[in-house]
């Protein structure tokens, strides 16, 4: 199934998008996980940083296991420098 | 209480002007408000070697950043039985100098405002989805994403 992953900060600016789409195998249980590792095959020159990033399903971290439906949305959230 | 709602969270370009936020810590049932200011600073020092920054830019997640500060406002409210808790983070460019982020809060006693304030800024500063963008004296710009 197709899903959009929206980016931020460095993310954004190497991928030159504020998201992107992936396409991740149309059976079976979609987790987070499998969502940052398509995230990382598309744009590879993300992949140093990813494995440092968490993913927010609906505004919230998830863990790699959890589900991921096909509404939901999900931004890929970079190690934070608020404040 | 009297006045404000007890949780207000506010995530803008404008300037954060602190005279204009403290009214909405009165409460005539507490003794305590306390502020914290986080202030652009012009040097840092990475690995011995001193950078000069010339301002900072802000980028946040709006709906995920607004919903994570209203539940930790909640949070530190009970925890430290806070009367009012008030959280203004700054976005877009910041010169030096000014302030990205005011934290206010009051509590009948001064020791759970204390309490509150660092508690508020350490979970802030980890899981709240604001990022800055240092653009340096020499024309270099630089996300900070801190991995450790």
Known sequence: MPVRVQLFAALREAAGSDSIEIDLRPSGDISAGDVMRAVSEKLPELAGLIPACRLAVNDRYVSEDDAIAPSDSLALIPPVSGG | MSGSPPLIIRLGEEPIELAKLENLLEDPDTGAQAWFLGVTRRKTEVDGVTRVTERLFYEANESMARKQLGRLAEDARIQFELSK???????????????????????????AAFQALPWIMDQLKSDVAIWKRELYADGTKEWVHPTQ
């Not at chain 2, 008030?86 to 509590?107: K, T, W, Y």
């Open chain 2, 85 to 111: 808790v008030v959280i203004v983070h700054r976005l877009g460019d910041v010169a030096i100098g000014e302030a990205s982020v005011a934290v206010g809060c009051s509590s009948k006693h001064r020791v």
